[in-house]
C-alpha cells in the first residue's frame, strides 16, 4: 500500500477552492483585520487633520470652507501665544518627567525586594496610576486650594507661609507637573520592576563573589541590563506629557491667564471657544511633529547608549 504524499509547509493544498488561496495568502491575510483598524482609528483622523489644516473652516455649514494652504502654519509661527504655550507644554514635560523617572527607578528598586505582604504594598502603590485622570484633578485642585486646601494646612503646620499654588503664574506650571508625578510614577515603577525581575541572576552572583558592592552591582550590571525598560518607560512619558490636557484643563483651564496655556489646552479653547477649526488643526499639527520628533530622538538615542 502507498502512503499518500506529504504536503510540505507553503506548498497549496491540492483542489485550489478558497483554502489554496489563504494557504497562498495567509501572511497577508492576518494582519488585515489589524491594518484595517490601524488605518481607521490613526491614519485616517491623521490624514483628515492635515487636510483640515490647509482650510480655513468654521463649523457652520452655512459658511463655505476655503483653502489658504499653510497661511495657518504662518499665523501660527507669528502667535505669540501658540510659542508661550509650546514652552509652557516643554516646561510641565521637562519637570514632570524626569521626576518621574527617578522616583519610578528608586520606587521599582524598592518594590524589587523582598518584604512582608509585597503583594498589598505593591497594589498600594499602583492605586494613582488607575485612578482616573479627572477624579484626580479634582481632588488636587481641593489640596491645592489657597483658603481650604490640606497643603497650606501643612506648610502653616511647618511654620511656613501659605501658598497660591493654581493661582500664582510662577507656581501653577510646577504644581500642575507635581500632580502629574503622583499619579504616573507608578506607571514608571512598574515598567522599570518588569524590567528588574527579568534580569537573570548569574551576573549578580559572580559579582557577590567577586566582592562587588551593592552600588557597583548596580552601576554595571542592573544599570546596563534595565536599559531597554528604561528607555520604553521614558519614551511612553514623554509622548503622554508633551499630550496633557485633562489635569490642566480641569484645575486651570490654562490659568490663571495663560499661564499654564500648553499646547494641547490652547488648541482645544480656539477650536471649542473660538470655533476655529482650520488653525485648531495646524496646532494640533504641529504638536503631533513635536510629539513625533520627540519619540524618534529618544529611540536614536537608545541606539546610541
Avoid: C
Wanted: aromatic share 10%.
Amino acid at each position: 500500500m502507498t502512503s499518500a504524499p506529504t504536503r510540505t509547509r507553503g506548498q497549496p493544498r491540492p483542489g485550489g477552492g478558497f483554502s489554496s488561496w489563504l494557504d497562498r495568502n495567509i501572511r497577508w491575510v492576518f494582519p488585515l483585520p489589524a491594518l484595517i483598524a490601524l488605518f481607521a482609528l490613526t491614519i485616517l483622523p491623521v490624514l483628515f487633520n492635515l487636510v483640515l489644516s490647509t482650510q480655513e473652516r468654521s463649523v457652520s455649514d452655512a459658511l463655505p470652507s476655503s483653502f489658504v494652504g499653510l497661511g495657518n502654519f504662518t499665523q501660527a509661527f507669528q502667535d505669540p501665544r501658540f510659542w508661550n504655550s509650546t514652552w509652557l507644554m516643554l516646561k510641565f514635560t521637562l519637570i514632570a518627567v524626569p521626576a518621574q523617572m527617578l522616583l519610578g527607578l528608586g520606587l521599582a528598586v524598592l518594590l524589587n525586594r523582598h518584604m512582608r505582604a509585597q503583594g498589598l504594598i505593591r497594589a498600594a502603590v499602583l492605586l494613582p496610576m488607575i485612578s482616573t485622570p479627572v477624579a484626580v484633578a479634582l481632588i488636587w485642585a481641593l489640596m491645592m486650594d489657597p483658603n481650604l486646601g490640606v497643603l497650606n494646612y501643612f506648610l502653616q503646620t511647618l511654620g511656613l507661609e501659605r501658598s497660591l499654588w493654581l493661582a500664582d503664574s510662577r507656581l501653577v506650571i510646577p504644581a500642575l507637573a507635581l500632580v502629574d508625578i503622583w499619579q504616573w510614577t507608578p506607571l514608571v515603577a512598574l515598567i522599570l520592576l518588569a524590567g528588574l525581575q527579568t534580569m537573570p541572576d548569574d551576573p549578580f552572583e559572580a559579582a557577590r563573589i567577586d566582592g562587588a558592592s551593592s552600588w557597583q552591582a548596580f552601576r554595571f550590571i542592573t544599570w546596563p541590563l534595565l536599559q531597554p525598560a528604561l528607555f520604553a518607560a521614558l519614551t511612553i512619558r514623554l509622548i503622554d506629557a508633551l499630550k496633557t490636557f485633562d489635569i490642566i484643563e480641569v484645575m486651570t483651564q490654562g490659568g490663571p491667564g495663560t499661564a499654564s496655556e500648553t499646547l494641547n489646552v490652547y488648541a482645544y479653547h480656539t477650536g471649542f471657544e473660538f470655533l476655529r477649526v482650520g488653525y485648531t488643526a495646524a496646532l494640533l499639527t504641529l504638536l503631533l511633529i513635536v510629539v513625533a520628533a520627540v519619540a524618534i530622538g529618544v529611540n536614536l538615542l537608545r541606539r546610541r547608549v
